[in-house]
C-alpha cells in the first residue's frame, strides 16, 4: 500500500489540490462536483502551464539532470513539447548526462534493427509463433486511440506496420509475458507521443519520411518494454494477475462507496468484467489521447511500482459522482455496458487532476480504516485474552469441586486447611497493603517536602542547599526503589497484590502536574524543542564570541609587544654620537 504513494507523488497531488481551488473550479475537494470545459479559466491554467514550462526547460539545460526534480515535476503534468524528452527519462532510456543521449539512441536504434531482422525478417519456424504472428494483425488495424478516429495517421498503414513488428518482436523476446489481446494499446500512445516532435498528428503526413519512423518505432520499442518490465509481475500468469487487481479494486470501491459495491454484487457484476480492459491498457482507451497522457505522466513520473497506484485511479473513476448514481439504479447488462463506455467525452485536463486527487482521498481512507481496525483488533484480541483467562479458572475450579465431592472422607479436613491458608494470605495482603499505603504517604510527604524552596529548620525560615535538596532527592529515590521491590516480590508471591489501586497509589507519588503529559501538544512540543534550541545556540554564539574577544586580545598584545621588542632592537643597535667639540671650545 505505501509503494502507491511515494513522497513525491503526495507533494505533486498537495499542488495540483492547491492550483484546483485556487482556479476556483471548487469550494471543496472533499465536496465532487461536476465539471464542465467552460468552467476553466483560461487565463489562470495558461498562467500555471507558462510557470511548469520555464521550469522543464531549466531542468532538462543541466548537463546532469536531476531524475528527483524532474520526477517530483513531472508528475503534475508534463508540457507537450517536453513529453517525449522527458519520458524517455522517467524510464531511464536515456541516460541523465545530456552529452551521452546522441551516442545511446544511436546503439539503441541499432539494436532495435538486429531484433527485427532476427524475429521478424526470418521466417517463422514454430506454430506458437505463427499464432502470436496472427494475433497481432488481427488486432493491429483494429488499434485507434480516441480522438484519431478520422485521421490521416491512422487510416494508412504506416502506423499499423509499425505496431506490428513492435509487438511480434516484443512477445518473442518476452516469452514470459508474451503478447495477449489489448496490449497493442500501449505502444500506440509512445508512438504518437515520439511522432509528435516530428509532425503534427492531426495534420497530413508530407514530414514523415522513413528515417524518422525508424527513429520512433525503435524508441516506442525500447521504452515500451520498460515500462512491462515494471508490469511483468502482474502478467506472466494473466489469469491470475487481473483476478488480484480487480479483488483489489473491489475492496476499494467498497471502502469508498458501500452502496454501489453492494449494488454491483446484487446484479452478480464481476469486477473482472469491466476492468481486464482497465488493467491492461491502462485506462487509454477510456479518455481522448490529450487526457491519457496527461495521466500516463504521472503513471511514469511515479515510478516502478505505478501499477499498484493505478488500482487506486480506478476505483477513483468508477465512483465519480457524475454517474455512480445512475449506477446504483442499473441492472447487469446495462451496468457493464456503462462501464466499459463511460462519458468522458466532456472532460478536461482538470478532470484528470481531480480523478489523481480523488485517488489519493482513497488512500488516506484506507489507511484510517486499517488503522481503525488494528485498534479493534487489539481490543478484541485482549478481551478474548481476559475471557479465555477467565474460562480457565471457572474449568480449574470446577476440576477442583469435582475432585472435592470425590474425597467426601477429606472435606472437612480440607476445608479447614483452605481456610486457615486464606486467613494467612488475607492477612498477608492486609498487612502488605497498610504498610504500602503508609509508606507511599511518606514518600509523597517527603517528594512535597523536597520541591518546596522555603522550609524551616530549628524555627529558622532558610533556603534549602544544594546538599540537603540531593540528599533528600536520594531517599525519595531509595523509597521508590523499595517500594519497587516489594511490590515485584509481592507479585511473585500473591499475584493479587498488583492491581489497579495498587497502581494508582504508585502513580500518586509523583505530582500530578507532572505526570499528565496529555496536556503537552505537538504544537507545544515544538515550541519547547525551539526554546531549548535557541538557548543552546544563544550559549555557543555567546561562547564562540567569548572566545573571538580572547583571540582578539591575544592577537593585539602579541602585535604590541613584537613591536615594541623590534623597536627596542633598533635603538640598541645604533652607535652612540659622538660630542664633536671644537679647540675654541676649550678655552
Not at 59 to 79: C, K, M, N, V, Y
Not at 113 to 137: C, G, S
Not at 431 to 442: A, F, G, T, V
Not at 447 to 474: A, D, L, R, W
Amino acid at each position: 500500500m505505501a509503494l502507491a504513494f511515494p513522497p513525491h507523488a503526495i507533494q505533486a497531488i498537495l499542488e495540483i489540490e492547491g492550483n484546483l481551488l485556487n482556479n476556483r473550479l471548487f469550494q471543496n475537494l472533499d465536496e465532487e462536483l461536476n465539471l464542465q470545459p467552460q468552467s476553466l479559466r483560461e487565463s489562470r491554467v495558461q498562467k500555471l502551464s507558462t510557470n511548469r514550462y520555464s521550469k522543464f526547460k531549466k531542468i532538462l539545460q543541466d548537463p546532469i539532470i536531476d531524475l528527483e526534480a524532474l520526477r517530483t515535476l513531472s508528475w503534475g503534468g508534463i508540457p507537450t513539447d517536453h513529453r517525449p524528452l522527458v519520458w524517455k527519462l522517467l524510464l531511464n532510456y536515456l541516460p541523465l548526462e545530456q552529452k551521452n543521449h546522441n551516442k545511446v539512441l544511436f546503439d539503441k536504434r541499432n539494436q532495435y534493427k538486429q531484433l527485427v531482422n532476427k524475429f521478424y525478417h526470418t521466417p517463422t519456424t514454430t506454430a506458437a509463433d505463427e499464432k502470436i504472428l496472427n494475433q497481432v494483425r488481427l488486432d493491429v488495424p483494429r488499434t485507434i486511440p480516441k480522438g484519431f478516429n478520422n485521421t490521416t495517421l491512422f487510416k494508412s498503414a504506416i502506423l499499423h506496420n509499425c505496431l506490428e513488428r513492435i509487438l511480434y518482436v516484443w512477445s518473442l523476446s518476452n516469452p514470459l509475458i508474451s503478447y495477449f489481446q489489448g496490449l497493442n494499446d500501449i505502444p500506440a500512445q509512445y508512438l504518437l507521443v515520439f511522432l509528435s516532435q516530428y509532425i503534427h498528428l492531426w495534420g497530413d503526413l508530407k514530414d514523415l519520411n522513413d528515417d524518422i519512423l525508424e527513429k520512433v518505432e525503435a524508441d516506442t520499442f525500447w521504452c515500451f518494454s520498460l515500462m512491462m518490465n515494471n508490469l511483468k509481475n502482474r502478467f506472466i500468469d494473466f489469469g491470475e494477475g487481473i483476478q488480484r487487481m480487480s479483488e483489489r479494486l473491489k475492496e476499494l470501491v467498497k471502502l469508498k462507496d458501500p452502496g454501489l459495491s453492494d449494488h454491483l454484487e446484487e446484479e452478480r457484476c464481476d469486477f473482472v468484467l469491466f476492468s481486464i480492459r482497465w488493467m491492461i491498457c491502462l485506462l487509454c482507451r477510456e479518455f481522448d489521447y490529450t487526457l491519457s497522457t496527461r495521466l500516463w505522466d504521472s503513471y511514469i513520473a511515479h515510478g516502478p511500482n505505478f501499477g499498484h497506484f493505478h488500482i487506486y485511479i480506478c476505483a477513483a473513476l468508477i465512483t465519480t459522482s457524475e454517474w455512480v448514481t445512475h449506477l446504483k439504479q442499473k441492472e447487469f447488462s446495462d451496468a457493464i455496458v456503462f462501464l466499459q463506455h463511460l462519458p468522458t467525452h466532456t472532460w478536461n485536463i482538470c478532470h484528470i487532476d481531480y480523478l489523481l486527487v480523488r485517488a489519493y482521498k482513497i488512500f488516506l481512507l484506507e489507511v484510517k480504516s486499517l488503522v481503525k481496525n488494528s485498534l479493534n483488533s487489539l481490543i478484541n484480541n485482549n478481551i478474548e485474552n481476559n475471557n479465555n483467562s477467565n474460562n480457565n479458572n471457572s474449568n480449574n475450579n470446577n476440576i477442583i469441586n469435582n475432585n472435592n465431592s470425590n474425597n467426601n472422607n477429606n472435606i472437612e479436613n480440607n476445608n479447614i486447611e483452605n481456610e486457615k491458608e486464606n486467613n494467612v494470605n488475607n492477612n498477608i495482603i492486609v498487612n502488605n497493603n497498610l504498610i504500602l499505603n503508609s509508606q507511599m504517604k511518606e514518600i509523597h510527604n517527603l517528594y512535597k517536602k523536597t520541591i518546596e524552596n522555603p522550609v524551616e529548620e530549628n524555627n529558622n525560615p532558610v533556603m534549602i542547599k544544594s546538599g540537603n535538596i540531593n540528599s533528600q532527592q536520594q531517599i525519595f529515590k531509595q523509597s521508590i526503589q523499595q517500594i519497587h521491590q516489594q511490590v515485584l516480590v509481592s507479585s511473585l508471591s500473591n499475584e493479587n497484590m498488583i492491581n489497579a489501586e495498587m497502581i494508582e497509589k504508585v502513580l500518586e507519588i509523583i505530582p500530578t502536574n507532572l505526570l499528565d503529559f496529555s496536556v503537552l501538544s505537538p504544537e507545544d512540543a515544538d515550541k519547547e524543542l525551539v526554546k531549548h534550541v535557541t538557548m543552546h545556540l544563544v550559549l555557543i554564539m555567546a561562547t564562540l564570541l567569548l572566545t573571538s574577544v580572547v583571540i582578539l586580545i591575544v592577537i593585539i598584545t602579541s602585535t604590541l609587544t613584537i613591536t615594541s621588542m623590534e623597536f627596542y632592537n633598533n635603538n640598541s643597535n645604533k652607535p652612540p654620537k659622538k660630542n664633536s667639540l671644537n679647540p675654541n671650545d676649550l678655552d
